[in-house]
Nanobody
């Protein structure tokens, strides 16, 4: 059974940092691309960053230069290092496989506020 478990969220002040983790099961992790998404209150879920099986990355313009996606295939985990956080980064963050989505996990809440 495919399962995605996100963790690492929290409340930080603007300019702070957080590192999110997502552990995936149910598929051969190492051959799958993975994405991080976020959903702010009242807004649609949006793609934040992605990483291919080979390690190539891509980012939304809004987070480029501040967020870094990485993966550890041995741990079946994808990470999102978030630096210089802004209030507009406040959202629930989710991970998922690409291109074939699995059932969404519970997400992890990130709140950026002074």
């Amino acid at each position: 059974q495919v399962q995605l478990v996100e963790s690492g969220g929290g409340s930080v002040q603007p300019g702070g940092s957080l590192r999110l983790s997502c552990t995936a099961s149910g598929r051969i992790f190492s051959i799958n691309a993975m994405d991080w998404y976020r959903q702010a209150p009242g807004k649609q879920r949006e793609l934040v960053a992605g990483i291919t099986a080979g390690g190539s990355t891509n980012y939304a313009d809004s987070v480029k230069g501040r967020f870094t996606i990485s993966r550890d295939n041995a741990k079946r985990t994808v990470y999102l290092q978030m630096n210089n956080l802004k209030p507009e980064d406040t959202a629930v963050y989710y991970c998922n496989y690409y291109p074939t989505l699995a059932s969404w996990g519970q997400g992890t809440q990130v709140t950026v506020s002074s």
